[in-house]
């Protein structure tokens, strides 16, 4: 009998550990069982099999442990010889479950407690007895869940006295009796969102996800479905090397989208590898991608001259120049012939409407006159700035004045000395051509380059 009972042990501890683990703490229940007593007194070697049943209520108080509490009734009954008794107990019982695993669907368990029971012989005469007594429940069972929210449960429990009088007999030592039930239990779950992500157990179930983990990616699960509409089974949904944490907390890119800004690159390369702005297509402002830069011109997105020239990266390569380069940023050989008292007019130099702000387009002159005024230290010029006749003459004088001077902060800007250059705006008094006609006044709109010395 002994060694059954240990190989019954073993199996039960070797299902315990393929149990899945299940958040129980909070959870409460009630059910009932029914089953039979064996009655366990000294005096009486024909204990009989009697009804025995309870109901009860439960509550987890941790993932193993939980507390119960049962009304009980049943029989006890046994007999030697001529003589026979039988009697009924009536009792409230207090017991302790320990679980070996965690878990709903198959919990092996011990239990142990306290019960007070009231006793009523059915043999008459009434025999002498003690009524109300005090016993200690041992044992243990298993739960099997059938359902999220319903268990099967069988159990054995060795219930014993703090008496001899249970059978009207007294002898050498005290009472007891054996139970053996099975019964159902109804659950309500006192935690529904095990991982305090906003979706209740039922939800991740449907949705496929794991309702004691989010995805490791620091986003609760709620989160990636209701509001980023991310996929809460990926830490990384759009697959462009940052998690969707990072992206919605951090780098602020879209998390659906590999490459947010659309310049060639996935988001996970930019932060990761090369650095630029993840959320801007051009990091460096000079108007080529950060994924052309580094795919097509192999020039660097994060500086606008990579080679350290004098010319942005666009404007190289608009001029066939090697923004790699700088030796080549300002070609020596192109220079203006520029003789004194002769202006030269800067062809190509060209303004925002209204404005003094030059074009990008305008580099290839101006990249011109500076060559020539380094080719000759020591030759002064005048930029003269002209406008064509509409609008007011003190208006066209100051705009005059604002272009020239913007063409001579460009030259400075290069390092030419300041003292060199002279900046005066015109306005319309020296016109090229008639104002009549819009060929005429784009002639009369211009920049002249004036040798001085």
Known sequence: MQHKLGAFVLILLALASLAPAQDLAGTVGMGFRG???????????????????????????????SAEVALNIG??????????????????????????????SFRPYLAAGTEYSGLDPRDEPKPVYKNNNVMIPLGGGVSFGLAENLALDFRGLYHYAFTDLLDSKEASSNDAYLTGTAGFMWYRH????????????????????NPKLTDSDGLADNVE????KTDPLKADSDNDGLSDSEEVNMTK??????????????????????????????????????????????????KADTDNGTVDD???????????????DVPKKEVLKVEAGAPI?????????????????????LVKAFNTLEAYPRMAVEIHGHTDNRGSKALNTKLSLAR??????????????????????????????????????QKNRRIEFFRVN
């Open 190 to 209: 006192g935690n529904q969102d095990p991982d305090g992500d906003g979706l209740s157990n039922k939800e991740e179930k449907a949705l496929g996800t």
């Open 225 to 228: 479905i209701n509001t980023h």
């Open 314 to 328: 666009a404007t190289e390569l608009r001029n066939g120049t090697n923004p790699l380069a700088a030796e080549d």
């Open 35 to 65: 089953g039979v007593t064996n009655y366990q007194g000294d005096d009486f070697d024909a204990a009989k099999i009697r009804p025995y049943g309870s109901v009860f209520g439960e509550h987890f108080l941790s993932n193993r442990f």
């Open 345 to 365: 007019v800067l062809e190509g130099v060209v303004f925002k409407t209204g404005k003094a702000d030059l074009t990008p387009d305008s580099e290839t002159i």
């Open 75 to 104: 029989d006890i009954a046994g007999e030697t010889g001529a003589q026979s008794f039988r009697s009924t107990l009536t009792g409230l019982s207090v017991l302790g479950r320990l679980g070996l695993v965690k878990s709903h």
């Open 253 to 302: 890119t879209n998390a659906n989208v590999a490459d947010t800004e659309g310049d060639g690159l996935k988001d996970g390369e930019e932060v990761n590898t090369h650095k630029p702005d993840a959320l801007k297509a051009d990091t460096d402002g000079d108007s080529l991608k950060d994924g052309d830069e580094l795919a097509k011109h192999k020039t660097n997105p994060l």
């Open 404 to 441: 020239a001077e913007a063409v001579k902060t460009w030259l400075v800007g290069k390092g030419l000395a300041v003292a060199r250059i002279t900046a005066r705006g015109l306005g319309p008094d020296k016109p090229l051509a008639p104002n009549d006609t819009e060929d005429g006044r």
